[in-house]
């Protein structure tokens, strides 16, 4: 087992017009193991090699090969749901042209570093409330329908309709997410008619029939419980099923105040079905269970931008999901990156800590820290992804 990198890696790609020129950087995988060393011929066979495999460079060295930012584009499509949204509520009018080109930019944007798009959206606020728990939801649902062979076409679709599920309503669920504990009763109507809302504008605007259904249709409960019409089981199709389980599950992964649990029990994380009983109680009477354990499974013991606190004190976030390290029968990390010192005071860049190895400089992970976030100071979130700084 190759050591772990001690620099940030960061997603690039390799395109045909690299074929016959020699390697501008470092080429590795997600565990940070050499693939194709800065300076080697890339010939045609090595490219065929190295074409469909997700690859990383140094981020030191990412001025060396054009490289996509996604974290930007995220935010950027943050930025664009929340306005789309706004003038829908002033004049009416939305367009869905402009709604499926954002869905593409989240697809492609997934598709190009998955775990930075994810970990990014955990825990930072690129835009309102609203529109980063819709962005979060849609790359959860992304998983969700490749992982059940959807087309490009189907999974952009799902992706848009996570996007929209709040359509015409999301000032509302800004002002929802302000809340600790039980909601006023003044917001109960609204809340109850906002699926039906949103299906109409979608239907009315042309959207595909799979979208406005699986939206109209993502407060519905597999027992019967749900709204606006208490379907259940099978009459409940199954991308409105998946936008039911990424929809609770973005909730759980983001802060909200006084909406539970707001954090995960480290004796509950010794296996899958363990942690996801802890994360979803009663709710799981309301999911599709095949869906949950195939998201978590997807998703692992620590999702992408899971804090934890370490046994040195300090608090780290989790890049990437782990792959093939096991420590005590677990799927644990290899490497976090610190953020935080032992005294709680940012690091100017974060700073590697290996995990349940061998040796004086080793960490173990003591805690999951997600009821922490609210308290955390801010940070420069895309340089753990090895992406530019997003601080004006």
């Known amino acids: 087992m190759s050591e772990p990198t001690t620099f940030v890696l960061r997603a690039v790609m390799l395109s045909p017009m690299h074929i016959g020129i020699v390697a501008p950087c470092d080429f590795f995988d997600g565990n940070g193991n050499l693939l194709l060393c800065e300076g080697a011929l890339i010939s045609e066979n090595i490219h065929k090699k190295l074409y469909n495999r997700r690859l990383f460079c140094n981020a030191q060295q990412a001025t060396a090969i054009l490289t996509d930012d996604p974290l930007h584009a995220l935010a950027v499509v943050s930025k664009k749901l929340s306005v789309a949204d706004a003038e829908l509520s002033v004049n009416g009018s939305f367009d869905v042209e402009a709604c499926e080109g954002l869905a593409k930019s989240v697809y492609s944007n997934w598709q190009f570093d998955p775990d930075a798009c994810i970990g990014f959206m955990r825990v930072a606020s690129p835009g309102t409330p609203s529109a980063c728990q819709a962005i979060l939801a849609a790359l959860f649902v992304a998983e969700l329908g490749v992982a059940h062979a959807f087309t490009r076409h189907e999974v952009i679709d799902l992706i848009g309709s996570a996007l929209t599920m709040n359509l015409g309503s999301m000032a509302l669920h800004d002002k929802m997410a302000e809340f600790a504990g039980i909601l006023p009763r003044s917001f109960q109507p609204l809340v109850m008619k906002h699926p039906n809302q949103a299906a109409e504008i979608l239907l009315d605007i042309g959207a595909p029939e799979t979208w406005s259904r699986a939206v109209l249709q993502h407060h519905e409960n597999l027992n019967g419980s749900g709204y606006p019409n208490g379907l259940s089981r099978s009459n409940i199709i199954l991308e409105a099923r998946m936008l039911r389980l990424v929809d609770i599950f973005a909730a759980r992964q983001r802060v909200r105040r006084g909406r ?25 009477d309301l999911l599709d269970t095949s869906l949950v354990r195939l998201l ?33 029968g677990t799927r644990t990390p290899r490497e976090v990156w610190s953020f935080l010192d032992v005294n709680g005071k940012p690091h100017p860049a974060p700073c590697v800590r290996r995990i349940n190895r061998v040796g004086l400089r080793d960490f173990r992970i003591l805690a999951y820290a997600q009821d922490d976030l609210p308290h955390l100071p801010p940070y420069d979130w895309p340089i753990v992804w090895g992406y530019e700084s997003q601080v004006q």
């Open 296 to 328: 978590m499974g997807r998703l692992g013991l620590f999702p992408p931008g899971s804090i934890v606190r370490l046994s040195n004190g300090e608090m780290a976030i989790v890049s990437r999901r782990a792959r093939d390290f096991v420590h005590a």
């Open 260 to 284: 539970g649990p707001l954090h995960w029990s480290m004796s509950r994380a010794r296996n899958l079905p363990g942690l996801t009983e802890h994360i979803f109680r009663a709710d799981l």
